[in-house]
């Protein structure tokens, strides 16, 4: 759980994400309007991204590169998420019906 959080944690200005990732401060804007990644932001309102979302910056950025346009991005982006909402409640499901057995 603590590395999820840290993970989530802001640490990162939009300047040094563009630097870090090779990519214009303008397409991490515009990635944030269509809705593809929501970067934490101060009380005064600057960005503040996170290692989580340095992953989503570089998945758009090999969906890209593959040909899609954004709104296929944002479709795969979506897909992938319920993939692993999925995979996520299945494994509760699996662990649930295991304990369940082992108590009959």
């Not at 993939?83 to 409640?89: D, G, T, V």
Request: hydrophobic content about 35%; cysteine-free; charged content about 30%.
């Amino acid at each position: 759980m603590t590395n999820q959080r840290s993970n989530a944690r802001g640490l990162y200005a939009i300047s040094v994400v563009a630097e870090l990732l090779g990519t214009g401060q303008q397409n991490i804007r515009l990635y944030e309007r269509r809705g593809l990644l929501t970067p934490k932001r101060t009380e005064g309102g600057t960005r503040q991204y996170s290692e989580a979302d340095l992953a989503v910056l570089r998945r758009i950025a090999e969906l890209l590169d593959d040909g899609l346009n954004l709104a296929g991005v944002a479709k795969v982006l979506e897909l992938e998420m319920d993939n692993a909402r999925l995979r996520r409640q299945l494994k509760r499901a699996r662990t649930s019906a295991h304990q369940d057995k082992e108590k009959d």
